[in-house]
């Protein structure tokens, strides 16, 4: 897996490729939160469209941070970008994290949200 931060003066995107598994979820949950500490009131931007395989392990990184991102840091949905990427879309549709993430096509898309 890799990570790229693009701290704009909008968003902070996080952008990451290749496979989230058990192996590369601990990276994922560490980029996040730097990332959720350095947003200073802009949306974090999770870009998965580069993505090609989502274990469950990064399906519950994903859970624990956009709890994390609601619950305790007062900030909106975590907002994901999955592109029609069914390696990522499909597991997050099966475990129902599509009704706790705010999904979105493009980042153009979550950043106009």
């Known amino acids: 897996m890799n990570l790229r931060t693009d701290d704009q003066a909008d968003a902070v995107i996080l ?3 290749g496979a989230i598994d058990g192996l590369t979820a601990p990276r994922l949950r560490a980029a996040i939160a730097e990332a959720f500490d350095r947003v200073d009131g802009r ?17 519950r990184a994903l ?3 956009a ?11 975590l907002r994901v ?3 029609d990427t069914r390696p990522v879309i499909r597991p997050i ?3 129902g994290l599509d009704n706790v993430l ?8 979550a950043l106009g949200a």
Do not use: W
């Open 15 to 17: 952008l990451v490729s």
């Open 43 to 59: 949306p974090l931007v999770i870009d998965l469209s580069e993505v090609r395989h989502l274990g469950s392990a990064g399906l």
């Open 63 to 65: 859970f624990d941070s």
């Open 67 to 77: 709890t994390e991102a609601v619950k305790h840091r007062g900030f909106q949905p």
């Open 81 to 83: 970008v999955v592109d």
């Open 93 to 95: 549709e099966i475990v």
């Open 102 to 109: 705010a999904l979105y096509n493009s980042v153009a898309d």
